[in-house]
Nanobody, 119 residues
């Protein structure tokens, strides 16, 4: 069974840093595109970043470029999101998602991890 489990969220002050982790199981993790998607309180889903199979071809939404870094460890079946220079507008639930195979869209979501940026 396919599972994605996020961890690493928490309360952090503006300007701080966090590293989110996503532990994957039940599929060939390093063969799939993976993304991070977030949802701020009272708002819709926002795609944040994606990375191709084997850790190549990364992309970010404009608002996080230069502050967020996506990565993965294929040996550990784990994806990461390093978040620096946190802003209040980064407050959201962050979800790890698995892309469908060779067609657009996502088919598996984690339960999410909450980041709250506040002084």
């Amino acid at each position: 069974q396919v599972h994605l489990v996020e961890s690493g969220g928490g309360l952090v002050q503006p300007g701080g840093s966090l590293r989110l982790s996503c532990a994957a199981s039940g599929f060939a993790f390093n063969s799939y595109w993976m993304s991070w998607v977030r949802q701020a309180p009272g708002k819709g889903l926002e795609w944040v970043s994606q990375q191709g199979p084997g850790g190549v071809s990364t992309a970010y939404t404009d608002s996080v470029k230069g502050r967020f870094t996506i990565s993965r460890d294929g040996a550990k079946n784990t994806m990461y999101l390093q978040i620096n220079s946190l802003k209040s507008e980064d407050t959201a639930a962050y979800y790890c998602v698995k892309h469908l195979d060779r067609v657009p869209g996502f088919d598996v979501w984690g339960q999410g991890t909450l980041i709250t940026v506040s002084s």
